[in-house]
């Protein structure tokens, strides 16, 4: 009897071939399998804040004044950061506007090679951490406690992440004008932090870091208004 359409040689359906496709797609080795999530949020996403947000990373670990507050935002912040990231990079999470994965030619090995890119999402990823980590500290110092410090910390982190790709992809003149408020509010929060005047004095490398992260941001606004 010759197979029907239905049937494979070895006896298997085309319906059960495609479920079993399908559970391939998902599997690991899939885009949306668990080694997929692990690239997308550890190597892409923690990876590359940790690299390009160290300079916010530094001063939010050398606040001293209220250390429990300030770190624990902090990790928040990185955490729910890089989850943001990974679920973009998937396509998990759709937001109107695809994610900007960094390109060689953006690293300096084709035709447009520089490095601007970089300065610009580190731009970001440091405002981010930064808005982030000392919102959510204050909340736990106004009296929210940690629970409320994990929920800003975490609310700011995942809301920018997701802003991102819609920032990048606005027009020239509003994005710029949306990331330089986004950045003037970001360093306005970090500077007017119980104790950081008197940190910028004591520990110049402080100072130094919030420069840095100042300058990116400057960079950013004035050139990458459509290359976020």
């Known amino acids: 009897m010759a197979p029907t359409d239905e049937s494979s040689r070895g006896g298997e359906t085309r319906p059960r071939r495609r479920r079993r496709n399908r559970r391939r797609q998902r599997g690991d080795d899939g885009e949306g399998g668990i080694d997929a999530w692990l690239d997308a949020t550890v190597y892409f996403g923690l990876g590359q804040h940790l690299l390009l947000a160290l300079p916010m990373l530094w001063v939010a670990f050398m606040t001293v004044s209220t250390p429990v507050a300030v770190t624990t935002a902090a990790v928040v912040s990185l955490s729910a950061a890089c989850l943001a990231i990974g679920a ?70 995942l809301c920018a992440m997701l802003a991102l790709p819609r920032l990048r992809a606005a027009p020239a003149r509003t994005s710029a004008a949306a990331a330089g408020a986004y950045y003037a509010v970001s360093l306005l929060v970090v500077a007017a932090f119980p104790g950081a005047v008197d940190l910028f004095s004591l520990a110049p490398s402080v100072a130094l870091c919030v420069l840095a992260v100042a300058a990116a941001c400057a960079f950013d606004v004035v050139t990458g208004r459509d290359r976020r």
């Open 88 to 157: 973009l990079r998937l396509g998990a999470v759709s937001v109107g506007a695809p994610w900007h994965r960094i390109e060689d030619s953006e690293l300096g090995l084709g035709p447009d090679a520089g490095y601007g890119a970089l300065v610009r999402r580190a731009a970001y990823l440091n405002a981010t951490l930064g808005l982030g980590t000392f919102l959510g500290a204050r909340a736990d110092l106004v009296g929210a406690g940690l629970a409320g410090s994990v929920v800003v910390a975490g609310g700011v982190a």
